[in-house]
């Protein structure tokens, strides 16, 4: 049986935009030329209509789009109010990017740490950090918290928001990987006080380029982002204050609309590619993801972990099978990083320590039944030949 697996030549990709591109083929290709024919290929009508309609889907009052899901994160950080030289407290085990925009608007990181389980921020490491900063007087000068949804999974928004609240912060979601994915039968996106959203093209909402939007319920939040977003013109060639230049541009946003649609659909194709590997991968080797409760994840990423994870690794590459690790270093020991950051009074043990352990499988709606079979073959197999 194996053998004959082995004959198919498996080639099965981590993520695949192409597939996706593909299913939507040829709705993709009429949207694109249409904005060809419509004279119009900055902040126009496409954007203008996606804009309304990510903002329904989310269940907020508005959505921006806006260049990138970094440049989203700026815009959010900066519209709710925080400024050079403020602290953001956020998480290390995240995509660079996260930490990224909170330096790029001047401010400064504060890392807590996760919770092994979850994977996301620990409310009580959350806690525990900002009774630290609050006797050391510093704490007037955090200003907020990025709470991040890694892999689509949302974080525990009851109590980290509960806290947040009592000392006086703002809330940021960075829902990059979480779009479409539920709290409480809330989207992610309007469970705080302004969210991030990333449309590169691996993502869950993916376009054919950079892409981006902020949500938020707040109508001078928004307002404040549309105006960063260009030069802070409210009326052309007009600044009334400082801005910038991250606008989402009309082929994106037409290529948005033709895939927002799908979108729930397409996530619970991953969520049963998800129930297939918790349901096959019962070895003591293999620990899989459990979201918190209440949730209902995107799936943007299968994390597993196991303390072998190097050998694992090399058994599904050698089997074709396209794993990667979201992420290999966390970002307080990156090279830009180390040394000069700051972080919890405890340190960050859970974060450094999975980073060693974890293993992204394959997940993306095209991948077919045979291929997910595949993989968790590959699995097992590689877990009866663990001696010990
Ligand atoms: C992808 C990602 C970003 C950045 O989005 P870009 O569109 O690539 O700028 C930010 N945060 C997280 C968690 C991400 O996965």
């Given at each position: 049986?194996?053998?004959?697996?082995?004959?198919?030549?498996?080639?099965?990709?981590?993520?695949?935009?192409?597939?996706?591109?593909?299913?939507?083929?040829?709705?993709?290709?009429?949207?694109?030329?249409?904005?060809?024919?419509?004279?119009?290929?900055?902040?126009?009508?496409?954007?203008?209509?996606?804009?309304?309609?990510?903002?329904?889907?989310?269940?907020?009052?508005?959505?921006?789009?806006?260049?990138?899901?970094?440049?989203?994160?700026?815009?959010?950080?900066?519209?709710?109010?925080?400024?050079?030289?403020?602290?953001?407290i956020?998480?290390?085990?995240?995509?660079?990017?996260?930490?990224?925009?909170?330096?790029?608007?001047?401010?400064?990181?504060?890392?807590v740490?996760?919770?092994?389980?979850?994977?996301?921020m620990d409310p009580g490491d959350l806690e525990r950090t900002l009774?630290?900063?609050?006797?050391?007087?510093?704490?007037?000068?955090?200003?907020?918290v990025?709470?991040?949804?890694?892999?689509?999974?949302?974080?525990?928004?009851?109590?980290l928001?509960?806290i947040?609240?009592?000392?006086?912060?703002?809330?940021?979601?960075?829902?990059?990987?979480?779009?479409?994915?539920?709290?409480?039968?809330?989207?992610?996106?309007?469970?705080?006080?302004?969210?991030?959203?990333?449309?590169?093209?691996?993502?869950?909402?993916?376009?054919?380029?950079?892409?981006?939007?902020?949500?938020?319920?707040?109508?001078?939040?928004?307002?404040?982002?549309?105006?960063?977003?260009?030069?802070?013109?409210?009326?052309?060639?007009?600044?009334?204050?400082?801005?910038?230049?991250?606008?989402?541009?009309?082929?994106?946003?037409?290529?948005?609309?033709?895939?927002?649609?799908?979108?729930?659909?397409?996530?619970?194709?991953?969520?049963?590619?998800?129930?297939?590997?918790?349901?096959?991968?019962?070895?003591?080797?293999?620990?899989?993801?459990?979201?918190?409760?209440?949730?209902?994840?995107?799936?943007?990423?299968?994390?597993?972990?196991?303390?072998?994870?190097?050998?694992?690794?090399?058994?599904?590459?050698?089997?074709?099978?396209?794993?990667?690790?979201?992420?290999?270093?966390?970002?307080?020991?990156?090279?830009?990083?180390?040394?000069?950051?700051?972080?919890?009074?405890?340190?960050?043990?859970?974060?450094?320590?999975?980073?060693?352990?974890?293993?992204?499988?394959?997940?993306?709606?095209?991948?077919?039944?045979?291929?997910?079979?595949?993989?968790?073959?590959?699995?097992?197999?590689?877990?009866?030949?663990?001696?010990?």
């Amino acid at each position: 049986m194996f053998k004959k697996t082995a004959k198919h030549k498996a080639r099965i990709f981590a993520s695949q935009p192409y597939e996706n591109y593909k299913t939507h083929r040829r709705a993709i290709r009429q949207a694109i030329q249409s904005v060809l024919e419509n004279e119009q290929y900055i902040l126009g009508p496409e954007v203008d209509a996606f804009e309304r309609e990510f903002a329904a889907f989310i269940g907020v009052k508005y959505a921006l789009g806006v260049a990138s899901g970094t440049d989203a994160l700026c815009l959010a950080l900066r519209a709710c109010g925080v400024e050079r030289g403020d602290r953001v407290i956020t998480v290390s085990h995240t995509a660079v990017a996260t930490v990224a925009a909170i330096e790029l608007v001047g401010a400064v990181p504060l890392f807590v740490d996760i919770n092994p389980v979850t994977y996301n921020m620990d409310p009580g490491d959350l806690e525990r950090t900002l009774k630290t900063y609050a006797s050391s007087k510093s704490v007037a000068r955090v200003k907020a918290v990025m709470i991040v949804h890694l892999y689509g999974q949302p974080a525990e928004m009851d109590r980290l928001v509960v806290i947040a609240r009592k000392y006086g912060l703002k809330v940021v979601e960075d829902c990059a990987q979480a779009a479409g994915a539920l709290f409480n039968g809330r989207r992610a996106g309007s469970l705080g006080d302004i969210a991030a959203f990333s449309f590169y093209p691996t993502k869950n909402l993916g376009a054919l380029g950079d892409g981006g939007a902020v949500t938020t319920k707040n109508k001078q939040f928004a307002e404040k982002v549309r105006l960063l977003r260009e030069y802070g013109w409210k009326k052309r060639y007009i600044s009334s204050i400082p801005g910038m230049n991250s606008r989402l541009d009309e082929l994106q946003a037409a290529i948005l609309r033709v895939k927002l649609p799908f979108l729930d659909r397409e996530n619970t194709r991953r969520g049963q590619i998800a129930n297939y590997y918790t349901n096959h991968l019962k070895d003591v080797l293999i620990k899989v993801p459990i979201p918190a409760s209440g949730t209902r994840p995107s799936y943007h990423q299968f994390v597993i972990q196991t303390y072998k994870r190097d050998s694992l690794r090399k058994h599904l590459q050698a089997a074709g099978i396209g794993v990667s690790i979201h992420y290999p270093a966390p970002v307080h020991l990156q090279p830009a990083y180390r040394g000069r950051v700051r972080m919890s009074p405890k340190g960050l043990p859970n974060t450094e320590s999975i980073s060693k352990r974890i293993l992204s499988l394959p997940i993306f709606p095209e991948l077919t039944a045979r291929e997910i079979r595949f993989v968790a073959q590959k699995i097992l197999a590689w877990c009866a030949n663990q001696a010990d």
